[in-house]
């Protein structure tokens, strides 16, 4: 029996809380994590944390705020040594030069 694995969003102040990849960058990446045929680590809990870009640009303090929250909830969840962290990054930009290729 495989073993499921589970999503939970983390949102940051001042941040949208949609449940959603625009985008679909992440949930390209997540697919080869946790995808239930060729997913590397299928039963895996996944913590996701979206940041919003605005004119197009996510700010450097956004960002570190992230990995401070990141922080945080490893340590308030006890996975400390457990706990891999993958960063996606990518823009409404880089989809349509995609669309023109």
């Known amino acids: 029996m495989q073993r ?59 960002i570190v705020a992230a990995w401070g929250a990141i922080a945080r909830d490893i340590a308030s969840t006890n996975m400390q040594g457990r706990a891999v962290v993958s960063v996606q990054m990518a823009s409404e930009q880089s989809g349509s030069y995609i669309e023109k290729i």
């Open 4 to 62: 499921r694995g589970r999503i939970r969003w983390l949102f940051l102040p001042g941040e949208p809380n949609t449940e959603s990849d625009e985008i679909g960058h992440g949930t390209c990446t997540i697919s080869k994590i946790a995808g239930g045929f060729f997913g590397v680590a299928k039963g895996v809990n996944l913590v996701v944390v979206k940041l919003a870009p605005v004119n197009r640009l996510v700010e450097g303090s956004r």
